[in-house]
Structure formats: C-alpha cells, structure tokens
C-alpha cells in the first residue's frame, strides 16, 4: 500500500530505515535449523583426504574448554571457543577460509559450546561448517584413536 501524498518525508526516511534493518536482521539470524550435521563416515572421508595429500579438506575444530580438550580430543583438531571467533566478518580468520570443512564438536549432540560456535562461524560467513553431532564422546564409542595434546594444536597455516 503506497504511503499518502501528505505523508511526511523525514517519517518516511526513518520506516525505510528501520525496514532495512529489520530485513537485513531476519537475514542474518543463525538458529539450530541451520546447522548441518557431517557424519563420522564423513569426517574419517576428509581426514583420508588429508592423509592423501589434501591438507585443506577438513579442520576439526573442538568447542570443548580448554581443559577437556588437554585431556583428549580427536587427532588434528584445534581447540576454539566462541571468544575466539569474532562477530565481524572484515576482522575473521582468513587461516579457516582455507579448509574445505570446518566440522565444529563438544562432547555430544547436545553441547551448548559446539551449537554456539558452529552458529557463530556461520553468521560470520565461513564457508563449509559443519557440527560432528557424535562428538568426542561418540569418536570414542566408535573406538577411534584420539591423542593428548600437550598444548592446544596450532592452525595449520
């Protein structure tokens, strides 16, 4: 319905604006209907990957703290917690653009820590992520090898 020809013109401004950013936030919300899960068969294909020489096809990333992640975590993953990713996307870690899968997991299917981050690296913009829904603890029920990093694993350049 077009606004009346009396309408005023500053009052007009502000509703396009507002408009505009009411679209543009719709747009960006991330829920967890927007997570899409990989498989442990996917994830053991990419790692293949790696080991065939394709050093890019996946980063596991482990949203678990710090200290469950020294304990064990799933061989090649990085330890990353929600703090460390920023909001901005000019100001993102262009080292994870690298990787064809980012495969974001906690302990799991429902960990917070692992939803959150997962959501966070897609409102970003990253491309390729993915939430391990079996986690660390299914990687292990799996009976999978898993390793004990001394120090959090740095990412690979």
Request: glycine share 8%.
């Amino acid at each position: 319905m077009p606004l009346p020809l009396n309408f005023p013109k500053p009052l007009a401004l502000i509703l396009l604006a507002f408009a505009a950013i009411v679209q543009t936030a719709c747009t960006t919300e991330i829920s967890n209907a927007d997570i899409e899960p990989i498989s442990l068969a996917q994830v053991r294909d990419r790692q293949a990957e790696v080991a065939a020489g394709k050093p890019k096809a996946i980063l596991l990333i482990d949203a678990r703290s710090a200290r469950a992640y020294a304990q064990g975590a799933i061989p090649g993953a990085i330890n990353l917690n929600i703090a460390g990713v920023s909001e901005s996307e000019t100001t993102r870690d262009k080292r994870l653009d690298a990787y064809k899968v980012l495969a974001v997991y906690g302990d799991d299917p429902g960990s917070p820590a692992a939803q959150a981050l997962t959501k966070r690296l897609l409102f970003v913009g990253y491309g390729g992520v993915r939430m391990y829904m079996d986690g660390y603890n299914g990687w292990r029920r799996a009976g999978l090898p898993t390793f004990t990093p001394s120090e959090a694993a740095p990412l690979r350049p």
